[in-house]
């Protein structure tokens, strides 16, 4: 059972370019992750959201939980190559399980 | 360099042949987790431990074993290897299963069984 799914599942945008991508589910989630993986690698943390309606901004990244926290987003500013990878969120939800979401692979184009 | 190293980087099976995917960390984590990572379908927790002695299923158990008789390593047994475990395993720890510090992963073993 998938719970949280992740969209687009790929995008490829020029340098410079801004994009959002989009975590949803149909439960609530008591905290959400946003993790950045690179070929090859795992996955590395990139923020954790506690509580609805925050937003927080790592440089260019901002992220935000949603009021009813069943939903996140991923919004880059002027996206770099250095930016390409997997992003996924990850959250634990019903089964007291840690679940992660289907992924969104970024291309940014030099 | 503190961290969860996870060995073999990659294998090759034939269908019916059994292995043990190795995964130890050495920051005193107490949860660690297993996970397959196929295309299109993220990452998706195959067994957990919440410390040593203790585990339990995740999403997608059936044929695999793990046992946790240290802190530190968190073996994954393939019983009898089937074409459906070809997939990329993820190793990860943390200090509890929804620690805000995230969790720590290996670099992956990449399974093919033929």
């Known amino acids: 059972t998938q719970l949280l799914e992740q969209s687009p599942q790929f995008l490829s945008i020029q340098e410079g370019e801004n994009l959002t991508v989009y975590c949803n589910s149909s439960s609530v989630f008591s905290s959400l992750q946003w993790y950045r993986q690179e070929p090859g690698e795992g996955p590395v943390l990139l923020v954790t959201?506690?509580?609805?309606?925050e937003v927080k901004k790592l440089k260019r990244l901002t992220f935000q939980f949603g009021d009813a926290r069943k939903d996140s987003s991923l919004h880059i500013t002027a996206a770099q190559t250095g930016d390409t990878g997997l992003y996924l969120c990850?959250?634990?939800?019903?089964?007291?399980?840690?679940?992660f979401g289907t992924g969104t692979s970024l291309t940014v184009i030099p | 360099n503190a961290g969860v190293t996870q060995t073999p980087k990659f294998q090759v099976l034939k269908t019916g042949q059994s292995m043990t995917l190795q995964c130890a960390q050495d920051m005193n984590h107490e949860y660690m987790s297993w996970y397959r990572q196929d295309p299109g379908m993220g990452l998706r927790l195959i067994h957990y431990s919440v410390g040593a002695g203790i585990t339990d299923q995740g999403e997608v158990p059936n044929g695999y074993n793990v046992s946790r008789s240290t802190t530190e390593d968190f073996p994954l047994r393939l019983l009898s290897a089937a074409p459906s475990q070809t997939s990329v395993y993820f190793c990860?720890?943390?200090?509890?299963?929804?620690?805000?510090?995230?969790?720590?992963f290996g670099s992956g073993t990449r399974l093919t069984v033929v």
């Open positions: 990850a959250g634990v939800g019903t089964g007291n399980q840690f679940y």
């Open positions: 959201v506690v509580t609805g309606g």
């Open positions: 990860a720890s943390s200090y509890s299963m929804m620690d805000s510090g995230g969790y720590t």
